[in-house]
């Protein structure tokens, strides 16, 4: 269980409204629509939608349309506003336009409608759909087809320009993609009350910000920088190669290592603690600078010294590190040899011994320096403080030989503590140590990369058994039955394997270089390995899914697009009706609350689908909502996974979630604005007659046939 001093304290009152729409709101039922009277004639349509909240209050999209060319041109939404506001902001319309109540589906095909025709075009809906979409149903068939005319004669396309900016934006796009002569230009637009100057008038300094986004970075310029950015790649990669089958070690390492914990100085040690005067003080205060700076003098002057004051095992310790540093490795060696030697209870000779025997393979000899105790205060229990150097360098030595072991999950888990505590030194050993298990990671995902780089990691190719990849690849996301069937004809071992290759691929090329995410050379693989890995009917592969699920929302959701909160969870279904407990464990991780959602709805869905199951289900939801119950402090992201959960076990239909639902209220755990009142739920809960959220279950091929619909 995570430990509650690692919790930020961060109530926030409401849940983050974009998550919410993206998650809950067409689960809300729809309200009234309206649109502009004269949309027919103007060629240009506001348009409102809203869906009424368990609260009674709205949730509401605002579209604005251009049906003649450019399609969704300004969007926003309003979250959760009372019906008087609602009811306001219809009458009061800022376009002084007269607005209509209209049906739904007559929205719904204006701007869906737009939005295909002016793609036709090379035009993209305002950046703000991409939320706003939301409070839309999904563009299926279930909604009734309204033939709309586009275009104003014969479907030709007009561009009504408002600015120079506006007019300048839209027309490069244009000639590219129909060409001058294939579109009319009107200059002006009366009677709309629409000013697009405010959305075009700076388009200039965004173009010139999006060249800045897509710059690489220079290695030459900041190595350091570049090594911590790729490292982030790796360790991203790692997740999705990491699995419980791969983790024999045991985590033995400090579970949480706290400053406090150990009381760390940078002034010199109690001359008591190595029995040495204040003349030899003053003289390793003078030296300490000198073996950084002039190695080689710090020698000359040490050497004397060490003879001179042959049970100070400081003077002895900076002999050893002046001699590596000039490259006199032969004498350094033997110096940390006399060092173990002659002083065997100094925690820096301990630490040179133990590295020692690292350089020479004797891994198995580095527990007995240490006692076998990997923890400062077991090993020096009476100390009452440490200086940051034998902190650093004891850590650091231990998570060295962890990564030479293989144990991978302990050297990760220590340095990522270590690497939390602001140590107040401007540099640490703990970077070098960094790259070797960077490098270490590397060696096992892809059998051994030659050097850590940037350059070598955008070269790396998967070698595939089958050339399923190429084939989806050169498909896009039309995938008809035939390629999937070809697919699943293969051994499944071969082409989930292949498909783990191309998801590898796909995550070096983001994190190398992000901006791919906002364009068209998104890899469409790691949306594709995903539900198809979900078919293979193998429960160990829930890992690698729940592994892709654990990278960042905004990652995730370029390569999925609306799949992710719409379909993601179908997968999850499949292959975690066997594994509840792992389900259990990804929804108390620290993932972001949106993810994690994603896997508390496929846990429903097996109640509900499933009926043996679902008293385990159930279980499953007590054992979550004990382990949030126990927590002092609550993050913005466990109150919003609190109120996912809330909302997901009413479909349960269990009273004995009251009691903690109640002791959630009484915390004012719950929003009432987007859950309704705590009576509300019980009497859902209590409603004989309520009818949960049952959401059918698609096959690969149902699933691809709605991505080639409603993507194409």
Partial sequence: ???????????????????????????????????????????????????????????????????????????????????????????????????????????????????AYAEELGLKPHKDWSVTQYILEEDTEDIEFIDIQFGRKNGRPMLISTSEAHKSHVMRTLDKTIGRDAYDLVEGFEGLGVDMDDEYDDMDDVEEEDEDDNETFDPDEAPRFLDLFIGEIVNNLW????????????????????????????????????????????????????????????????????????????????????????????????????????????????????????????????????????????????????????????????????????????????????????????????????????????????????????????????????????????????????????????????????LKQGVFEAFIKVYTNRSILSGEECPEIVSHAFFLIGECGNPAELDYLLAILGQDYEILKPFFGDLLTEKAWMPVYRLGQGRLETLYEFCISEYEAINKSLVSQALVQIALQEPTKKEEVAGIFRRLFDYYLNFEEYSEDDHEFINDLAWDITDLHDPSFIPVLNTFDERKLLDKDILGSLNELVKDINDPFYKPSTWPVQNIFEIYRDVVKNWN
Wanted: hydrophobic fraction near 40%.
């Fill in 239 to 498: 997740i999705l190669y990491d699995s419980p089958e791969r983790r024999a070690d045991k985590l033995d390492t400090v579970d949480h290592i706290y400053k406090n914990d150990y009381p760390l100085t940078t002034d010199p040690l109690q001359a008591e603690l190595y029995n040495i005067t204040g003349e030899e003080i003053k003289l390793l205060q003078d030296l300490f600078n000198i073996v950084i700076e002039d190695p080689e003098a710090a020698i000359n002057r040490l050497a004397p010294l060490v003879k001179q004051y042959p049970r100070n095992p400081i003077m002895h310790n900076y002999l050893m590190k002046a001699c590596f540093e000039v490259g006199r490795d032969e004498q350094a060696t033997q110096l940390i040899l006399e060092g173990y030697e002659k002083f065997p209870d100094y925690l820096l000779a301990r630490c040179n011994y133990a590295h020692y025997l690292i350089s020479e393979e004797r891994y198995e000899e580095v527990p007995a320096v240490f006692g076998g105790v990997f923890d400062l205060k077991l090993l020096y229990p009476d100390r009452k403080t440490f200086h940051v150097s034998e902190f650093e360098n004891f850590y650091d030595v231990i998570a060295r030989y962890y990564l030479v072991k293989g144990r991978i999950r302990n050297a990760d888990h220590l340095i990522s503590q270590l690497r939390n505590m602001d140590l107040d030194t401007a540099d640490t050993p703990f970077h070098s140590v960094l790259k070797l298990l960077w490098h270490k990671k590397l060696s096992l995902m892809f059998g051994g990369l030659p050097v850590l780089g940037g350059s070598e990691m955008e070269g790396w190719k998967p070698a595939y058994k089958h050339n399923i990849i190429k084939r989806l690849l050169e498909k896009g996301v039309d995938i008809d039955e035939s390629v999937l069937r070809s697919i699943l004809a293969l051994p499944s071992d071969e082409w989930v394997a292949d």
């Fill in 1 to 115: 269980m995570t430990g509650k001093k690692d919790r930020k304290s961060s109530m926030q009152p409401l849940l983050s409204p974009e998550k919410y729409i993206r998650t809950k709101a067409r689960q809300l039922p729809l309200y009234k629509c309206f649109i502009t009277e004269n949309w027919k004639e103007t060629g240009a349509a506001n348009i409102v939608v809203s869906r009424c909240q368990p609260s009674g209050n709205f949730t509401v999209g605002f579209y604005y349309v251009d049906l003649f060319c450019c399609g969704v041109k300004d969007t926003l939404y309003l979250f959760n506003i009372p019906d008087y506001e609602f009811e306001n902001l219809i009458k009061n319309d800022e376009t002084e336009a007269i607005l209509l109540e209209c049906t739904y589906e007559l929205a719904h095909n204006i701007i869906y409608g737009a939005i």
